[in-house]
Structures are given as C-alpha cells and as structure tokens.
C-alpha cells in the first residue's frame, strides 16, 4: 500500500514523536511505501509546559518527510491536503491526541473525506489527560468526519465512543514496544559512575515527562516507608517536570529521603537517554490515571523488570517475562512492600522480554492496512 503517516518526528521532542517515527519504519519494513508529513509547528511557546518542544540533537530517520503541517495556519493545511493528493495514497494515518489540533484535524479530516482519500485515526489519548470542560466539544468537532479509528486501549475506546459518531467503526490493539535507544556500550559499573548513581544500590527508574497524573509523589511516599527500612533502594527520575517541580522537592525533603532520589529534571535526550535504562534495575510506573504509557514499552525493550500500577496494564503488560510485580492504584503501602521485595535482587538475564518486540507491531500493523469501511457522507 501506499501510506501517508502523519505526526511530530524529531526533532520535535516526546513519546508520540518517538512512536510516529517507529510506525512509519515498521510499515516500511512490512513492505508498504510511505510517505510521512510531520509539523512545521506544533504548539506556541506559551502552551507548551517544557523548556522546548524540539531538541535539535536527534533528527528522524525518515530522509523524505515533509515538515508541512501546523495547527493555526490554513495555508498549512492547504499545502499538506495538496501533497497528500500528489502522493495519491490508500491509507492515510491521522494521529489524535490533543484538542489543541481540533481546527486543522476537522479540516483536514472533511477534506479527505470529500475526496474519498481513506483515513484510520489513530488515538493516543481520546481526551487529554488534564480533561477540561471544553474538550469533549472540541473532539466532536475535530472528528465528526472519520468513521475509522485504532486506539491502543479499552479505556480509550470507551471514552472515544462518546464523542465520535455512532456509525464509525473502532479497533482496539495494544501500545507496541518502542525500539531501544542507542546503545551506549559501557557496563553498568562505568554507567552508574558517568550518571553519578550509587553502585551498589537497587537503582529504580521513573522515565519521562512529570505530570501529576503519572502518581510521583505516590513513589515517593513509598521511598519514605523505605527509608525508615533502610532499604537499599535508589530513585532515578530522568524527565523534564510539567509540574511544580518545588512541590516534588519539598515532598522529598519532608519526607528526608534526598540520599535515596536523584533527579535529572530535563529533557533526556535520545543519545542519553538509553544510558538510564542501561544503568537501572527496574522501572517504576505509579500512575493514577492514563491508558498506555510509551515509557513503559521502552524499558520492555530494555527488558527491566516493571512495577506498574493497575491503572495501566494491557496483554503486553500483563504477558510480559522478563518479570512484572502490580500493585493497587495510589497504595503507598501496597508499592513499598513490591519496592522492597525487588530490592538487591539481580536483574534477569537479557532477553528474555525481548522475544515479543517485533510481534508487538503486529496487530496495530495488520488494523491499520486492513480495508477501511467506506465512509458515510
């Protein structure tokens, strides 16, 4: 097939960046031609928590792509329906995510229509996470001209089925395994010494942006119930903070737990970034809320032993053989007991996670190339 996939590729920074990117190579690698259209801007500065939403360290991998599209300028949107008509595809894969893209998305979502150009939207979040009281409206309009979607979790195909019409028809797959960042060829002695993280220390990794949604100040907590254990356990939190970063810092100083955290509060860039998952024992994911989380499957691909709370398990998840300890959401209690079973236990042989990386992409591959319904005008 001819495939248009379009998304944020790097530079721009985050997990639908990285995941856009590793779509479009593995439908390449599946045999299809594709062509991927990323943003020529994404959001303004002023909506944008972090420091920048690009880092200009990584570049994408994908020589022909088109940095075209953006979510204000109708110019934009005009030039990237144009280049999807030159490109004349049977497929056209639409990211959703945010509803700050709501006008370009309705746009170009009606104009496709019109010309009866196949589209499936793929759903990362139905509804953002910080859901406000406008954004269910604001969904509606930006997909009432699709009928085809892929979501890579129940919870976000019972939230989508809310707002999209009636007729459209959703698959629900799971959120594949990302590929691994490159390799940095120390040894975990020489990577601890190089990041500064104790050597003889059960090293547990928290990886990504910070938003309270995540449960960080749950982990936290839980530290302070090992502290009082003397546990021989240390926290990395490798990520830029979308939150009160003071907040977390009292927190850790309340609870005098700053000998057992290190906190590397920036954007983790991708040549370093694999050095953390290298470095660590397990990786901790304490979320309150979500439905997938790409920081998860990054460290599947690094096979670290996951603690993960049940907020956001799928069958990957729960399958997953290179070991898996849950615990209740928001159970402080319930994560430090998990915490301090895992303690100064060795971390299991590599690859034994690994045997599912490439079948992961296997069903999202297979909804995506499917025939689409015909769409209802």
């Known amino acids: 097939m001819k495939i248009v996939v379009i998304g944020p590729l790097p530079p721009y920074r985050g997990g639908i960046s990285h995941f856009t990117q590793a779509l479009a190579v593995e439908l390449g690698k599946a045999g299809h031609e594709v062509l991927a259209i990323s943003f020529r801007k994404q959001y303004p500065k002023l909506l944008y928590p972090g420091k920048s939403d690009k880092d200009y360290s990584q570049k994408t991998e994908l020589e022909d792509a088109k940095f075209i599209f953006s979510p204000l300028t109708p110019f934009d949107w005009a030039k990237t329906l144009k280049e999807i008509k030159r490109y004349s595809p049977d497929l056209v894969v639409y990211p959703w995510w945010t509803t700050f893209w709501s006008p370009a998305t309705a746009w170009l979502l009606k104009k496709l229509s019109n010309l009866n150009i196949p589209v499936k939207v793929l759903v990362h979040n139905a509804l953002p996470h910080e859901e406000g009281w406008l954004d269910k409206q604001l969904t509606k309009f930006a997909l009432k001209s699709a009928r085809n979607f892929i979501t890579m979790a129940e919870k976000e195909t019972n939230r989508l089925v809310a707002v999209v019409n009636p007729l459209s028809a959703i698959e629900t797959t799971t959120h594949p395994i990302y590929a691994q960042f490159p390799k940095s060829g120390l040894s975990k002695p020489e ?38 254990d003397k546990a021989e356990l240390h926290l990395v939190v490798a990520g830029e903070f979308w939150d009160d970063k003071s907040e977390y810092e009292r927190q850790i100083a309340d609870l005098g737990i700053s000998d057992m955290v290190t906190i590397r509060a920036d954007y983790i860039p991708d040549a370093e970034a694999g050095m ?102």
């Open 276 to 377: 953390y998952f290298e470095a660590a024992d397990i990786f901790v994911a304490p979320y309150l809320d979500g439905s997938q989380s790409g920081s998860i499957k990054l460290a599947m691909g690094y096979n670290l032993p996951l603690v993960v709370s049940s907020a956001i398990t799928d069958s990957l998840i729960l399958n997953y053989k290179s070991g898996l300890s849950l615990f209740e959401v928001g159970d402080v209690e319930e994560l430090a007991e998990v915490l301090n079973s895992l303690c100064n236990k060795s971390r299991l042989e590599e690859g034994l996670g690994g045997d599912f990386f490439d079948e992961s992409w296997y069903n999202l591959l297979r909804f995506l190339t499917n025939k689409t319904n015909q769409i209802s005008k």
């Open 191 to 228: 990577l601890r010494k190089k990041l500064g993280l104790p050597q003889n220390k059960t090293i547990a990794l928290f990886f990504g942006f910070v938003r309270p949604y995540k449960g960080l100040k749950v982990l936290l907590d839980a530290l302070g119930l090992l502290e009082k």
